[in-house]
């Protein structure tokens, strides 16, 4: 079933939902920036089928949130977070009102959820490649590709054209100009949006020391971009009441011998989606 819902700003965001036939909770699959709300389907199926209905969706200016043109778009990385989750969990809510409603967040999908004013809303969340992007942590053939594309290929592009062609380059989504220039001044910072220099500007930073609700990350050895260090440096800055919990795979243990930042929603890696679901057993049977 399609849905579509506003934020508090009036911008219409779209999605699915992916019902259990007799569900016993419900999950807010929060994807990647700037990836296909299609590479998630399969995995969302799969949660239904373990008694999950699933509402995925996508952010502004990606997919078919991608509502009106992003050429010279005022659409910033941080609205993620804080104006298109908090939307999201209340369409959540009212979806599924009767339901617990737990979280799976991808990347940015559960990397920005505490900038939701609203997140304590959810009962649990499980995230996976959940970290800061910081370059200079990454490996060297990642980093220099990162380098090339925020420091050479985003900001020629949006001279040209008004916003990032990635997809005509096989890379990601294209990309709102200010979101591309403000996801790599992020990610030239250790702390990442908790650095001083962006800190001051986001009063709802403050919602991530007051977590209400179990959190299990999953990272994987091999991830380009949630590395140890840059897992740790994003998690020193969250705390909650309830345990903040971590596993991190070892790609070489793994079927394809691969994860990286993508591999945990594919189902060669079917053993990572029956861990995320004993995590939101567990979290249901609190």
């Not at 800190?199 to 179990?214: D, V």
């Not at 994987?220 to 998690?235: G, H, M, Q």
Request: charged content about 20%.
């Amino acid at each position: 079933m399609n849905i579509e819902f506003t934020a508090a700003d009036g911008y219409v965001l779209k999605g699915q939902i992916i019902a259990a036939q007799k569900p016993k909770a419900a999950v807010l699959l929060n994807p990647g920036t700037a990836t296909k709300t299609s590479f998630y389907i399969p995995f969302a199926q799969f949660l239904a089928e373990q008694g999950y209905s699933v509402m995925l969706w996508n952010y502004r200016g990606f997919c078919e949130s991608r509502t009106q043109s992003i050429k010279h778009s005022d659409i910033q990385f941080s609205d993620i977070g804080i104006k298109d989750i908090p939307a999201a969990i209340s369409k959540a809510k009212e979806v599924f009102a009767d339901l617990p409603l737990y979280c799976v967040g991808h990347s940015a999908g559960g990397q920005q959820i505490g900038l939701a004013e609203n997140c304590n809303e959810l009962q649990g969340m499980v995230g996976l490649a959940v970290s800061t992007g910081y370059y200079s942590t990454m490996p060297k053939a990642y980093r220099a590709q990162a380098h090339l594309f925020f420091k050479v290929i985003a900001p020629i592009s949006n001279a040209l054209f008004g916003y990032v062609k990635a997809e005509k380059l096989n890379l990601m989504e294209d990309l709102p100009p200010k979101l591309a220039k403000q996801w790599g001044q992020f990610c030239s910072r250790k702390d990442f949006f908790f650095d001083p220099k962006f800190a001051k500007q986001t009063p709802e930073l403050a919602n991530y020391r007051t977590f209400n609700f179990p959190v299990h990350v999953f990272t994987a050895d091999d991830d380009e971009i949630s590395t140890d260090l840059n897992t740790k440096r994003l998690w020193k800055h969250i705390k909650s009441t309830q345990p903040i919990e971590f596993t991190r795979y070892k790609a070489a243990e793994m079927p394809k011998k691969a994860v990286g930042h993508f591999g945990y929603f594919r189902k060669a890696n079917q053993q990572i989606w029956q861990d995320v679901v004993a995590k939101l057993n567990e979290f249901d049977a609190r």
